[in-house]
T-cell receptor, first 115, second 114 residues
Framework: EAEVAQSPRYKITEKSQAVAFWCDPI?????LYWYRQILGQGPELLVQ????????DSQLPKDRFSAERLKGVDSTLKIQPAELGDSAMYLC?????????????FGPGTRLLVL | KQEVTQIPAALSVPEGENLVLNCSFT??????LQWFRQDPGKGLTSLLL?????REQTSGRLNASLDKSSGRSTLYIAASQPGDSATYLC?????????????FGDGTTLTVKP
């Protein structure tokens, strides 16, 4: 069964350093989502792509976060510089097309700890 | 702005009991509502997806209902098992110009004791 791949699974970094996360969606899925999940809370959408275009980045802290999906396939989320409050699980999800009926499939996540 | 609330935050039951998890939302203009399961330190697994035109969905021992007008959904788990222990999250996809943005509740952490 096809799955969403994410790497690394765990990342420890120091405050002010740069970090990057990678996501490879299920083959053929046009829509890709990045979520941030703080411990004990539900996921919060950071950015949504349709193919290579951003359709929603209203919750992305653009002064330090950036996301790209250059060829409309895999995606990278970057944080520079990292802050203590960025410690969280970063989840990637994909869906086949951008319609209301589609289920989102989630990857295993990247757990980030900022020291 | 859509707000999603899940009550209770935590629930502990003995094996074999039937139980109900609750999800409420403030904006009834939704496309659908989805229930997910999350094991500790892992990603989310989809359990059931209910479209706005539907009243309920069933999968095995799980049954999810949707009352859009009152902004409520329930997830019913029959004959609970220790393997059901996990956090259960509901997500509401709200109608907007971006074909629906998902808003998640904070989840209910379920413990089923043998």
């Amino acid at each position: 069964e096809a799955e969403v791949a994410q790497s690394p699974r765990y990342k420890i970094t120091e405050k002010s350093q740069a970090v990057a996360f990678w996501c490879d969606p299920i083959s053929g899925h046009a829509t890709l989502y990045w979520y941030r999940q703080i411990l004990g809370q539900g996921p919060e959408l950071l950015v949504q792509f349709q193919d290579e275009s951003v359709v929603d980045d209203s919750q992305l802290p653009k002064d330090r976060f950036s996301a790209e999906r250059l060829k409309g396939v895999d995606s990278t989320l970057k944080i520079q510089p990292a802050e203590l409050g960025d410690s969280a699980m970063y989840l990637c999800a994909s869906s086949r097309i951008r319609t209301s009926q589609e289920t989102q499939y989630f990857g295993p996540g990247t757990r980030l700890l900022v020291l | 702005k859509q707000e999603v609330t899940q009550i209770p935050a935590a629930l502990s039951v003995p094996e074999g009991e039937n139980l109900v998890l609750n999800c409420s939302f403030t904006d009834s203009a939704i496309y659908n509502l989805q229930w997910f399961r999350q094991d500790p330190g892992k990603g989310l697994t989809s359990l059931l997806l209910i479209q706005s035109s539907q009243r309920e969905q069933t999968s095995g021992r799980l049954n999810a209902s949707l009352d859009k007008s009152s902004g409520r959904s329930t997830l019913y788990i029959a004959a609970s098992q220790p393997g059901d222990s996990a956090t259960y999250l509901c997500a509401v996809r709200t109608r907007n110009t971006n074909a629906g943005k998902s808003t998640f509740g904070d989840g209910t952490t379920l413990t089923v004791k043998p």
